[in-house]
Every structure is written in C-alpha cells, then in structure tokens.
C-alpha cells in the first residue's frame, strides 16, 4: 500500500542523536495499549472503522441525495468539513457520480453568497455537519441556506434539501432540525470531529462521489491489525518515534511534502488533526502544506538556506501511474532539450521529488517519506488511519489530552458575547 523510509536521520547512529529506539519503544508500547482496548477513545475509532453492518445505509442515503440532486453543499467546519474534502479531493475531477460536490467551511460573505448564487436551488441539497449542534458558524450557515431555500422553493418543502448529521442530545442544531422537519442522521457520540473520517460524516459525501467506502475502512483496518500482531515494527510506532525525535531535538516545524495534487486535501485535513490535538501545553509542532513542484518555486530557498528548524514528510507515488501525458518527441529538434523526448509528466514529477528529497538531505534536513502504490481507497483507508493513530499516540507520549481543544473555546465564547449573547 505504501513505503514509508524513515531515511538516514533516523538510522545508523540515530541512537546518539537522540535515543531514537527508546522512543520506538516507548511509541510501541503505546500502541500495545491501542491494541488491547486500554484507550476508549481509540477503542471507538478501531470499532468503527472495523464495522460493515452500517455501510449499505450510508450508501443507500447517498444514491438517494445523488438521484434527487445536483449540487451537494456540506455545511459545517473543522473537522465535520476536512474529513469530506480529503476524500473527495483524491477523486480528483474523477467524478463518476456527474454532482457538484462543495464544502462552504467558512462564512466570508462574499464566496457564501457566490456559492448561493452559483448553484440551481430546485437541484440543490445541503449536508449540514456539526457535531456539538452549536458551532456558531455552522448555524450561522445552515439558517442563511434555509432561508434561501425556503424562499425559493416553499418552507414546506425546503425540509427535503437537508439532512443534519450531529450527536443525539440537546443542540441548538438538533432543535431547529426538528423545528424544521429536517431529517437527522446520528454522529458518534465517542468520536471527535476531527477524527470522524470513518463514520457518516466522511462517509457519506465520499459515497456520494461514488468511492468505495468499504475499501477504505479495509484499508484502516490493515493499520490496526498491524500495530495488533507487532506494535514495534509497525509503521506508526516508526512515525511516532520519528516525530517525538524531531519536537525532542527542537524542530518546531514539521512540512508536508505533497507530489499530488489529489493529497491537497489529506494534507489540510492531517494538518488539523494534528494541530488541534498537539498544540498544548507549550507542545506541538506547526504543520505546514507544501505541494511539489509548485512549492519548489516558492518555499524550497527558505526550507534549503533559512533556519534549520523544520523536519520533512514527502508523500508521491512510488512509480507513475499510466496514461499520463507524454511529450511529444516530434515536437523537439533542439540538443538541449533531448532529455526530454518521450518523458511523462509523471517522470518528470518523479524526477522533481527525488531531487527535492535528495537536495534537503544534502543539506542535512531530517527527511521521511510515504511512497504510495496508488490513491485506491485501501491505500487511503490506511494512510488516515495512520496518521491519526500517529497523533493520537505521540499526543500520549506527550502527556496530554489529544481529544480535547481548550483553548479554542475561549474565542467561541467571546465570539457569541461580541455578537449579543447574554
Ligand atoms: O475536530 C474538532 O473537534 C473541531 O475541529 C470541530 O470539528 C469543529 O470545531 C466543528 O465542531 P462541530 O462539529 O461540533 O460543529
């Protein structure tokens, strides 16, 4: 499914840079725990990833939305928003289903009322995610659209462009769904938004676009069963380890590395995860997005010659895939351009990495990197179960509470005051 090469920072004489194989012991240790159930929170994500019997209704309810609408707007933020745009981001333009799948994460005005404006309402249906029931931005979005659709189409039959996914309990978002008639699907109550890829709130839009939702969850499961027969030689524990190195050394800067554009989405949504559930207590490492080539003409100067405080994470394709753009070598008569006769666009990009990947080892840059087999939803599957279990894990190496994110709340609060809340 993928490679993952810790490289040479992490190898021969890795040990007296910095204890490397104590903390592959210790990371081990705490996936043993993951293993044996000792982590309610990661007992739930295991459970859920590991579940069939809900699979046909998920997929029932996207066919249902897809035969009925043309555009599918998922209302909501943070993690009720990432985990839906890193999935439908590794389809690509490959949308077999033919619907205009859009995620309004934010409130700017402007982009909200164009995306309004841009869409045939009659044809139009609104996921709205929210897993407390009360993100301020969220029901801020959710009445704009009911209001927009009830007047376009009747307050009777504006019910039927929504479905709300948030937890069974008292929420604002739970009244005014039942104010409104508007159907509700549950979010699992022992499962945080940002962790929640694998149940409805990723599922669900990833079935609309027509993934495999099965082969995804598969795919996680593979990680699981992994770290179950032997923690220490599991991928996870290598990359926790590696990032415990990395903070313990003081690299305070952690780039990922993208040569796909279809793992834009996967990045921004790694990048969540692991700022929310890491950035406590003076700990945590800045994830920054970075995509190749692009990057390579705009960040890669400051990541060769600015301060040596930031460690790396390359994700590519380990070979390209076919059918992929080739150069025409007709079109070239000219001496210094022969190297490129015949080459794909997806050699070149290959070419483009390693040289990146070789130069910042060169430079003596701490350097990892995921080699993937293809996008195929079991190899996603088990890269975001990855990487969850690896934030999850160092978050506990660390001493803290990965779940939780207090300090946000802070802003939440004077949020609602500025607006008029007693
Ligand atoms: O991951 C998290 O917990 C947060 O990013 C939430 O997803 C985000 O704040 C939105 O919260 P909610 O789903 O409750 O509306």
Redesign the pocket.
């Known amino acids: 499914m993928y490679k993952h090469d810790i490289g040479n920072w992490f190898g021969a004489g890795a040990a007296e840079k910095q204890d490397f194989s104590r903390l592959l012991d210790k990371s081990a240790a705490i996936l043993k725990r993951f293993a044996e159930g000792a982590e309610p929170k990661v007992t739930a994500l295991f459970d859920v990833a590991a579940r069939e019997d809900d699979l046909e209704a998920i997929r029932k309810e996207a066919q249902e939305i897809r035969q009925n609408f043309r555009n599918i707007v998922v209302l ?5 928003s990432l985990s839906g745009q890193a999935l439908a981001a590794i389809k690509g333009n490959n949308n077999a289903a033919e619907i205009n799948l859009c995620f309004a994460d934010n409130i700017d005005p402007h982009s909200f009322s164009a995306m309004l404006a841009g869409i045939d309402i009659e044809r139009s249906f609104f996921l709205t ?4 029931g ?2 301020l931005e ?1 029901i801020a979005q959710f009445l704009i659209c009911f209001d927009y659709v009830a007047k376009a189409v009747g307050r009777e039959k504006a019910a039927r462009h929504f479905l709300i996914i948030t937890m069974p309990k008292e929420s604002s978002m739970a009244a005014l769904g039942e104010q409104y008639g508007i159907r509700q699907l549950a979010h699992e109550t022992e499962i ?3 962790f929640s890829i694998f149940t409805n709130v990723g599922l669900l839009p990833g079935a609309i676009i027509g993934l495999d939702i099965r082969g995804l969850r598969k795919g996680a499961v593979r990680i699981i069963r992994d770290i179950s027969r032997n923690p220490a030689e599991s991928e996870v524990a290598k990359g926790m380890a590696v990032n415990l190195a990395m903070m313990a050394q003081g690299f305070c800067n952690s780039v990922y590395m993208h040569y796909l554009d279809r793992l834009r989405g996967f990045v921004n949504w790694h990048r ?1 995860i692991w700022a ?1 559930s890491l950035g406590k207590n003076g700990n945590g490492t800045t994830p920054i997005r970075a995509a190749g080539t692009l990057d390579q003409h705009s960040q890669l100067q400051l990541y060769l010659g600015g301060p040596k405080d930031k460690f790396f994470t390359f994700l590519f394709l380990g070979k390209p895939e076919n059918g992929n753009p080739a150069i025409n070598p007709e079109l070239i008569n000219r001496q210094e351009l022969e190297y490129l006769k015949g080459k794909s666009l997806g050699e070149i990009m290959l070419a483009e990495q390693r040289a990146t990947l070789e130069t910042l080892v060169r430079h003596g840059a701490p350097v990892r990197s995921f080699a993937l087999d293809n996008l195929q939803e079991e190899t996603m599957g088990a890269l975001f179960m990855h990487f969850m279990l690896e934030t999850i894990g160092v978050g506990i190496a660390l001493g803290i509470n990965p779940f939780d ?1 207090p300090a946000v709340e802070e802003s939440k609060v004077i949020a609602r005051k500025l607006l008029g809340e007693k």
């Open positions: 909501g933020t943070g993690g009720s995610i929210s897993k407390s009360d993100t969220t945080g938004g940002r969540q929310e994110q």
